[in-house]
């Protein structure tokens, strides 16, 4: 039993030509019977790492996983593969156990679910000690952590596996990996020489970026008019927050919810099967949302404010692009955020406050970066990474430096001028110009500095502002509101010609280069194809009720869109469809293409030709029938007769005849001089009282027209 049957497991379980980094040392690893550790990010496949052993090797795998609600959709995904698979909990009915109970007995089920109570309940040992177990996996094993925030008490008791089953390998996966934890794992589930294997915590296709906060509304239709359909989160501070941004996306048509811990369990479980279902495109949540939320196919999260700590930021993000392909992270930063927080974290106690608030700098830091944020992100995991990564806002468009001294003697100026009692967003006002409540109350429209920077636009002044923090030479009260203070460096620029360095961000691309280069990925053509295919996708996925990626991912979608297969071997080509997938969906899918690029062409040749009816003409004139016209046009047959109709009237040379006998022609006629219509047919139909159809009348109406012409 080797890497090679692992690899044709791979291939024909889950459509997948090569293992990933990581995989396959892991596999050789269980096959050799050998207990193992898995430390991977979420959406890393660690599934993978378990599921394949499992069908490798002879007898039964248990899987033991705490997240009941995943394992409904787990189970789901490896039957549609053609896995025999199925699971043991609590909310099952006794019958659905005892049947699941006697496929393990048949020897039929490859691979068991079960939650760590149902593991542990009475008689459930003497039920495994009957069967041929093959491996245990220990799904979230950081449960089994006293120090971790998902600790599970019943965990504990896992270790009994080996006192029980000391021959079977146990495999535990898990995406936390401090080193309290993992030393926890090792020792409280009796792991025997155990091999660890930590993979890289790097998300490499979630592109970052950063934004000011200032016109976040603005900003995020911007983002979503470029993603049309496509799923995603925005995190919020409040539940207030959740509630009115959905409302507000709503009202500009966007297809939008909102979830927060406010809500009663219900209401909770209804919007969230939405959106894993794709029936609601944007989830506006706090953080309550996502904890045990399987949804691979989420392509971008916002937050829409400040994280408390890079930890909450990476494992919010986190819940993006889990199937691998690319997804968007974008952060709005403010300082005004960062104040609220400041209220929220110093209500602790005090030796919290301390680590909270250094936390908190931490984020801010990387908010304001100005070097690649990825590599600012794994440096704080404690992970090396010492190239720039290439899909982050600061890898697309280095910032430049430059002598911002003039800049910075502006900024110094209005926070003296205003006796260091304003905030940022105030200044930027007063540099700007804007004339609003605050700065005309206060009289500072009468300022030197008044509309002394209205070249600059208020968000590079915000991060010029950001930057003079950092240097030193502003600080922020935050006990006083946030309002800016000089320091001594304030004195040294403004009086003693000490010079500032600034970095200066790249305007995002404009517009239509944007659109340009999005084209250049994904043509019209393939974009329409996409939304077909997607569309199909969720119809399949709400007939079977099981979520959309289950029937393909946003991936393999992807893949098909571009290769277009449209026989067997070549759909089994796309990655990440098996056997299985293709019987039950491979016709479905091919169809739906060939039927797309039918279309295609028939509209290319209407476009060449001037008009669609031209090419029935053609095909007419070839001696096809109305029938084998529309069946090989793809089109309808009574667009076909409208055709007809259309290319009498115009002149061509048609015979209605054999389609329209003259007295059908002559009740037609009466009909439309009685109801004095020839636009709509209804009132035609509804005199004639059914006597002749809908296709004959358009014909006649097409005779009546050119007769009268
Ligand atoms: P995790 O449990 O680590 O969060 P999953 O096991 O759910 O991750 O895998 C994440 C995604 O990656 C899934 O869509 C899975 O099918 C896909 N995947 C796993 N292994 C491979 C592979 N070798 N090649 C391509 N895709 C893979
Ligand atoms: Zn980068």
Not at 248 to 258: P, R, V
Not at 285 to 304: C, E, L, P, Q
Request: glycine share 6%.
């Amino acid at each position: 039993m080797g890497v090679k049957e692992a690899r044709e497991v791979l291939k024909q379980f889950f459509g997948y030509d090569q293992f990933r980094p990581g995989q396959e040392d892991i596999i050789g690893n269980v096959l050799a019977k050998r207990d193992t550790v898995v430390l991977m990010p979420t959406g890393g496949g660690k599934s993978v790492c378990y599921q394949v052993p499992g069908l490798v090797l002879p007898g039964l795998c248990v899987v033991v996983s705490p997240l009941i609600a995943l394992m409904k959709d787990q189970v789901e995904a490896l039957l549609a593969n053609g896995v025999n698979a199925g699971y043991l909990n609590s909310s099952q009915a006794a019958k659905e156990q005892q049947l699941i109970e006697q496929q393990c007995f048949d020897g039929r089920l490859k691979m068991l679910y079960v939650s760590p109570e149902k593991l542990l309940s009475a008689g459930f040992f003497s039920f495994l000690k009957r069967l041929e177990i093959s491996l245990f996996a220990i799904d979230e094993a950081h449960c089994i952590s006293a120090w971790g925030h998902d600790f599970r008490p019943e965990y504990l008791q896992l270790k009994n596996l080996k006192l029980q089953f000391p021959e079977v390998p146990i495999i535990a996966l898990t995406a936390t990996a401090d080193r309290l934890t993992q030393k926890d794992i090792l020792t409280q589930l009796y792991l025997q020489n155990p091999r660890v294997f930590i993979s890289s915590f790097d998300r490499p296709n979630i592109h970052l970026q950063v934004q000011p906060g200032q016109k976040r509304m603005e900003a995020i239709l911007d983002f979503l008019e470029e993603r049309p359909f496509q799923p995603g989160i925005i995190y919020c501070l409040s539940r207030k927050a959740t509630e009115s941004l959905a409302a507000k996306l709503k009202e500009k048509g966007f297809n939008a919810d909102y979830y927060h811990a406010g809500l009663s369990a219900k209401d909770r479980d209804k919007v969230q099967e939405k959106f894993l279902q794709d029936n609601i495109q944007i989830m506006c949540a706090t953080i309550a949302f996502g904890m045990g939320i399987d949804k691979s196919n989420v392509r971008w999260v916002i937050h829409y404010n400040l994280p408390k700590n890079l930890e909450s930021y990476y494992q919010e993000i986190g819940r993006g692009g889990r199937d691998g392909a690319p997804a968007e992270a974008l952060l709005f930063y403010s300082l005004a955020d960062v104040m609220t927080l400041r209220d929220i974290v110093t209500q602790g106690d005090n030796k919290e406050q301390a680590l909270s608030l250094a936390k908190l700098d931490r984020m801010q830091q990387f908010a304001e970066s100005t070097s690649c944020r990825r590599k600012t992100l794994m440096h704080y995991f404690g992970e090396e990474f010492d190239r720039d990564c290439g899909n982050c806002d600061i890898c697309d468009n280095p910032p430049t430096s430059f002598n911002g001294t003039e800049l910075a003697q502006k900024i110094l100026s209005a926070v003296a001028r205003t006796k260091e009692t304003v905030a940022s967003a105030q200044v930027v006002d007063i540099l700007r110009g804007s004339r609003n409540q605050l700065t005309i109350s206060r009289g500072y429209d009468q300022l030197k500095t008044f509309g002394a920077g209205r070249e600059v636009p208020s968000q590079d002044w915000q991060r010029y502002i950001h930057q003079l923090i950092n240097q030193g030479i502003l600080e922020v009260a935050y006990d006083e509101h946030g309002a800016l203070k000089l320091t001594n460096a304030s004195q040294e620029v403004l009086f003693r010609g000490k010079k500032v360095e600034l970095v200066k961000f790249q305007a995002p691309l404009p517009k239509e280069e944007k659109e340009k280069r999005q084209k250049k990925s994904r043509s019209g053509v393939e974009n329409a194809l996409f939304e077909h295919l997607r569309q199909l996708r969720k119809q399949l996925a709400n007939e079977r009720n099981i979520p959309p990626y289950v029937v393909f991912t946003d991936n393999t979608l992807q893949e098909i869109v571009e290769q277009r297969p449209t026989n067997k071997p070549a759909f089994l080509a796309i990655s990440g469809v098996a056997q299985a997938k293709y019987e039950q969906y491979g016709e479905i899918f091919i169809n739906a293409i060939l039927s797309f690029l039918a279309q295609q062409a028939d509209q290319q040749q209407a476009r060449l030709k001037g008009t669609t009816h031209l090419v029935t003409y053609e095909l007419l004139r070839q001696g096809k029938t109305p029938e084998q016209i529309s069946e090989q046009r793809q089109v309808q047959l009574t667009t076909i007769y409208s055709h007809l109709a259309t290319l009498y009237q115009q002149g061509y040379e048609v015979d209605l005849k054999p389609y329209l006998a003259d007295w059908e022609y002559s009740r037609v006629r009466e009909a439309i001089l009685q109801t004095k219509q020839t636009a709509a047919m209804k009132p035609i139909f509804d005199y004639l009282e059914g006597e002749i159809d809908y296709m004959k009348i358009r014909l006649g109406i097409g005779r009546f027209n050119k007769e009268n012409s």
